[in-house]
């Protein structure tokens, strides 16, 4: 994990992805993301390995960085879940060259519940294992990985806009989601 003052001049170098932590400030850093997801951003951050890096800031630094990010051209939707902190942002650009309306990221919304742990795991661990992957990509891997728990509510949670490359994900949201359609699945007779 790389620790640092500014998101500006962040180079990709020889790694697949950025994620960019972003909250507004220290009280937010040690309170809004529950110790199980910080657990899980820490593991990620090790196993990734040389393919990603995750990129925080120092604690007085959390919300100049995010600054940094919302100086870029993201749309006004975009911009409002932005806001909505914490978050986690993947991008395949060096940071200052890095433009929403051009190239492809994710924004992971890490609301802090302990269920979101385990949903955000399962994304992570599927991003570990397919970065080392040249011929995989994450941004589609990450589509994909929501769709597979057939979620009804996935409009909801997932944000693609045509002719923008960008996905936005509500893990809270997709939690609740999947728990309401396992419920359901149970209670049809389809469940375990």
């Keep these: 994990m790389l620790i640092t003052h500014s998101y500006i001049g962040t180079t990709r170098g020889n790694v697949r992805c950025l994620f960019f932590l972003l909250h507004e400030d220290y009280i937010e850093a040690q309170s809004g993301l529950s110790s199980k997801v910080r657990q899980e951003i820490e593991r990620f951050a090790r196993n990734m390995k040389g393919f990603g890096a995750v990129v ?6 959390a919300e100049k960085t995010r ?4 100086d870029k051209p993201w749309t006004t939707g975009v911009r409002d879940r932005i806001h909505r ?8 650009q060096d940071f200052d060259q890095f433009d929403p309306r051009i190239h492809r990221y994710v924004i992971l919304h890490l609301d802090g519940e302990e269920g979101d742990a385990e949903l955000f795991r399962s994304l992570l661990q599927k991003l570990v294992e397919a970065l080392p992957n040249l011929n995989s990509d994450p941004f589609k891997l990450i589509s994909d990985a929501i769709r597979e728990h057939e979620v009804a509510e996935a409009t909801q949670m997932i944000e693609l806009k045509p002719g923008v490359f960008g996905v936005s994900i509500d893990l809270k949201l997709a939690w609740k989601s999947l728990k309401k359609f396992l419920r359901e699945r149970k209670s049809s007779g389809y469940g375990a």
């Excluded at 925080?56 to 630094?61: E, M, N």
């Excluded at 600054?67 to 919302?70: D, G, I, P, R």
């Excluded at 902190?85 to 395949?92: E, N």
């Design 67 to 70: 600054q940094h990010v919302l």
């Design 56 to 61: 925080a800031p120092f604690a007085g630094d």
């Design 85 to 92: 902190t914490p978050a986690m942002l993947m991008i395949d």
